[in-house]
């Protein structure tokens, strides 16, 4: 009886899923695949307390993330004597208009979770013109004031598991939920803040930067191992870890980061009155702790957060002594930085020592703290990993030594070894293959369907990066054999003179009917080929792929190097001078065109 009711239930999902496609109900349609991939999860009800004895009562769990959270979120913080407030500053910075509150308000997105007011996004739009004239209102008086209601101070705190044993109260992370109204003050301070913010963040860091993506830092730490393997350059990488970096941010420094770097002072009071007294309560299960007040680290939620911490990172960055110019070929140290995944590079290990040390004493300054264990050490170059020391210590720290590390989601390898990253790219996507299996099984599901789920669930799992890599023809091979296993169980075997057997390669790219995995990351690469080509000359990401290092090449066939793979492709369309034609976009874009057409790439 129970199974009968599964295979119904089952079944209803699944219709749900099709027809949802065929109404075109995206958010529908994800929703009900992404529930019967992930199956039902309970949430757990209990949890371990400092001395890992198991919780089991309600209000002990509630207690017990009480204190976690308070410990986490609430410090010591000695601010220090208030530093002048400079009145030209003040009068830069004018009060907010109707203009900036609408499409502050249009910025909010849907579907998503209210606050403690229960008040969503789609209520407040529903408005009209009314309800943003009230808004500027009550924003012009908080302006006026530099005080927020005290429903705005309010943060409920949900957690979301991460990995290792849901037990342990730190494996999970903690999502604040702010009241919607708060976020369109929020989106109007973070309008103000991001010219000021661009100015003096320095080009290493590219988290939450307009026009910037974890792929450029990823070309960029691909670029500079690919050129010291090739011109025989040692570059040691450290790979730093903060703990709990948002969460640990000294308020009071930051402070005087934003006056110091010379942000407007009504600007710097604004920020400081949305910070000023901030309350969370812990939820689980639908049950409330008891609340408390925050006193270190930035809003969670709050669209400020990822800028105020750029500009937090960029004062550790100066008071370390650390220069955002040029480039690891031509100097002995470089930053890389994606808003807290940072990469410390040198050229020599006592560089690397000086600039960590520095970096280190200048982040405590802030309130971050390193993460020993989770910071790692890598030596990119000719030396083989035989001959190198299994650890490294700078100063009082000792870091563990690895072949590979995975930066922004892409694992970079020591000797620039792009197998390395399509083996761990054709595993993640394996696992995700087997989570949509039986969508892919279904019967219900048509082929159209299936597809879909395919190109937008799976296929970007598998190169995610790919603009970066260098391919082989035997990784070409592998990429491709894993799309064929895919469409084949999408496209099912053929019947041929009353038996059944696989379709054959030619048969299944023509069902398929789209370009192949391969052929799709190719054109991602030549796009990004183009981005790079039309990057201002100093762009960190421009410098380093135009970069001609001092140094010789090793004896020996040179490996495949990113542009010979760009230039072959290329070719193949019959343009010439490829980086000439890629900076005028139109001509790039019939390269572009002419590319996924072209059979053979």
Known sequence: MHRLKKRIHDRKELENIELAHESRDVRKFYRHVNKKRKGFAPESSMCKDENGELLTDKQGVLRRWNRHFRQLLCTDQHSGAEPARSQDRHELCEPPTVGEVGRALSRLKNNKAAGDDSISAEMIKAGGDELVARLHTLILRIWENEEIPADWENGTICVIHKKGDPMECSNFRGITLLNVSYKILSNILFDRLLPHAQRVVGAYQRGFMPGKSTIDQIFSLRQIIEKSVEFQMSVHHLFIDFKAAYDSIRRDKLYAALREFEIPEKLCRMIETTMRRTICRVRIQGDLSEEFETTAGLRQGDALACLL??????????????SSRGNIFYKSTQLLAYADDINLMARTVRSLEEAFESLSQAAAEMGLQINMDKTKYMVSGPTPSSRLPDAITLGCSTFQRVEMFTYLGSTVHMANDSVVEINKRLLSANRCYFGLLPLFRSRTLSRKSKLTIYKTLLRPVQVYGAETWVMTKQSENRIRAFERKILRRILGPVCDHGSWRRRTNEEVYQQYDDIDVVHFAKLGRL????????LPDDDPAKKLFEAQPFGSR????????????????????GCRDWRNTARDRVKWKAVLKEAKAHPGL
């Open 309 to 322: 911490f750029n500009i937090a990172l960029e004062r550790v960055v100066r008071l370390a002594g650390l």
């Open 527 to 534: 796009r990004w080929a183009g981005h790079v080509a039309r």
């Open 554 to 573: 090793g004896r020996g066939r040179p490996k495949q190097r990113w542009v010979d793979n760009v230039e072959e492709d290329v070719a193949r369309t």
